[in-house]
């Protein structure tokens, strides 16, 4: 079952063939993890939701606020039966049908899909994991780049071109040949005890698990958390690379090129992550 702009309807209902989020990618999406019925960063999510569709000049209609749309969250995980567990919920918001690349006005609908997922608190992801870096096309350091929107070709065309290279993740970087992030998540790497990650004006995804882990290492005084470009050549150098979304935490990579990594920091990190969640 989905939810369509509150209506809860069948799965396979028809999507319009004039969506404004099929035709141009002209939508906005979040992902968010539930564990029995608790929406993981839902305060995080909601505001990136709004600045984002800012951004987009959509049109926030006045009764989108967190509490309605976290009573929407809910109701399709109760039609679903997903309330006794944990899920991965997608929420969309498209601008309405109308126009061509100029839209007939900036009003939008939404929609929320679910599905289950097994693991209620984050879990250490131990198994060999092999990354290279995606160099056929770059990502532009804009603003646009930062949101989650429906424009994910580059993300497309990189998660094939792993899987014909057997690879598990690919980096991506901007016009300026600096890493900015992996095909699914955000990245930090390890040397000694600096962490860095690429800041937001690289084009990287303003991540909702970049922003829990952020602010769990500024808490950690032996770790210093630094945002600062990081460019290829660095990455054969760290003690450590990990990747971070918020339906999988924390992603160590074992292995770049011939390097081979440790995950002692991650280890850590997921610890402190999974305390976060049970006293929030």
């Keep these: 079952m989905i939810n369509f702009n509150e209506q809860i309807l069948e799965f396979d209902s028809k999507l319009s063939i004039h969506s404004r989020g099929f035709n141009y990618g002209d939508a ?27 951004i987009m000049r959509m049109e ?40 061509l690349y100029l839209p007939d006005d900036n009003s939008v609908n939404f929609f929320i899909t679910t599905r289950a997922i097994e693991n209620e608190f984050y879990l250490l992801k131990d198994e060999f994991y092999e990354i290279d870096l995606f160099k056929d096309y770059f990502v532009s350091p804009t603003l646009l780049s930062t949101l989650k929107t ?30 900015i992030e992996a095909l699914n998540g955000n990245i930090f790497i390890v040397k000694g005890n600096i962490i860095k990650t690429p800041p937001i004006i690289d084009g990287c995804l303003k991540g909702i698990m970049r922003k829990q882990l952020i602010e769990i290492i500024k808490t950690i005084p032996e770790y210093e958390l630094i ?30 090129r011939k390097k081979r990594f440790s ?11 999974n305390v976060k969640i049970r006293l929030s």
């Design 227 to 256: 945002e600062v470009s990081i460019s290829p050549f660095e990455l054969q150098k760290a003690d450590e690379i990990f990747i971070t979304n918020v339906i999988m935490g924390l992603q160590p990579v074992s292995q770049y």
């Design 150 to 179: 429906n424009n994910k070709a580059l993300n497309v065309v990189g998660s094939i071109y792993a899987k014909e290279n057997k690879l598990h993740n690919c980096l991506l970087l901007n016009t300026d040949k600096y890493v």
């Design 28 to 54: 906005l999406f979040e992902t968010i993890k539930t564990a029995y019925g608790k929406l993981l960063f839902w305060e995080d999510h909601y505001f990136r939701l709004m600045a984002s569709m800012r």
């Design 263 to 273: 995950n002692e920091v991650s280890k850590a990190l997921l610890q402190k992550l």
């Design 60 to 99: 926030i209609p006045m009764h989108f606020t967190m509490e309605f749309l976290e009573e929407q969250i809910q109701k399709t995980l109760e039609a679903n039966q997903l309330k006794q567990a944990s899920a991965r919920v997608k929420l969309m918001v498209q601008r309405s049908e109308g126009g």
